[in-house]
Each structure stands twice: as C-alpha cells, then as structure tokens.
C-alpha cells in the first residue's frame, strides 16, 4: 500500500507561483509513475501532469503546458509540481496519485481510474 502526502498547497495572487511536493511512503518508490490530478468546485476530477519512473518521460495537461513542471527526487521518494503564472482557473483540490507503470492500464494515464494510489489533496486557490 502506497501512502501519498501532498503539501505545498495556499493563496496567491494570479501570475505567482507554486510548489507543489507529494512523498510517498513506499521504499520502492523509483518503480512507480507519478501524476498529478485536481478538482475544481463542481468540476470532475482532471489530469495535468505524469510522470514515469525514471522522469525521462513527461506530459501535460494542454491547459498548463508551458507553465507547470513536473519533477521527481527518487532518493527523497518525492514528487513536486513546480506552478508558473497561475491563473484564477487553476484554483482547485490538487492531487497526487501513483500506479506501477505509466502504461499499465486499460485506462490511459490521463483517466483517474489508470491510477491506483491517491492522496488526500491540497488546495490551491488563485486570486484574480
């Protein structure tokens, strides 16, 4: 069993930036892909951000491409979503999820049921 803490979460101010960290208790953390998922009021859950193993395979939600980063510190078992030039629209329940490989699924990545661990989500909310 995979347990996943996220943080990093809070207020800013539309154009600022965000870290966001999620650890994982599981010792064999470098054999998981990573993601990152959030939830709008209202909204369903949606993708923004995976990574593999290794982190030399990466990929992006088209609505933060080119602002967010992902990143993993496989020594620290820890995965962190670097947050650019936040928009109001990206206010959300931010959450971190894992499963064995990326491409293990009959879901694509990019569906929440692919996933198989989750966190309990840490709440970004841009001011306008």
């Known amino acids: 069993q995979v347990q996943l803490v996220e943080s990093g979460g809070g207020l800013v101010q539309a154009g600022g930036s965000l870290r966001l960290s999620c650890a994982a208790s599981?010792?064999?953390?470098?054999?998981?892909?990573m993601g990152w998922f959030r939830q709008a009021p209202g909204k369903e859950r949606e993708f923004v951000s995976a990574?593999?193993?290794?982190?030399?395979?990466?990929d992006y939600a088209d609505s933060v491409k080119g602002r967010f980063t992902i990143s993993r510190d496989n020594a620290k078992n820890t995965v962190y979503l670097q947050m650019n030039t936040l928009k109001p629209e990206d206010t959300a329940v931010y959450y971190c999820?894992?499963?064995?490989?990326?491409?293990?699924?009959?879901?694509?990545?990019?569906?929440?049921?692919?996933?198989?661990?989750w966190g309990q989500g840490t709440q970004v909310t841009v001011s306008s």
């Open positions: 990574i593999n193993w290794s982190g030399s395979n990466t």
């Open positions: 599981e010792r064999t953390f470098s054999s998981y892909a």
């Open positions: 999820a894992a499963k064995r490989s990326l491409y293990g699924s009959s879901y694509p990545y990019t569906h929440d049921f692919s996933w198989d661990y």
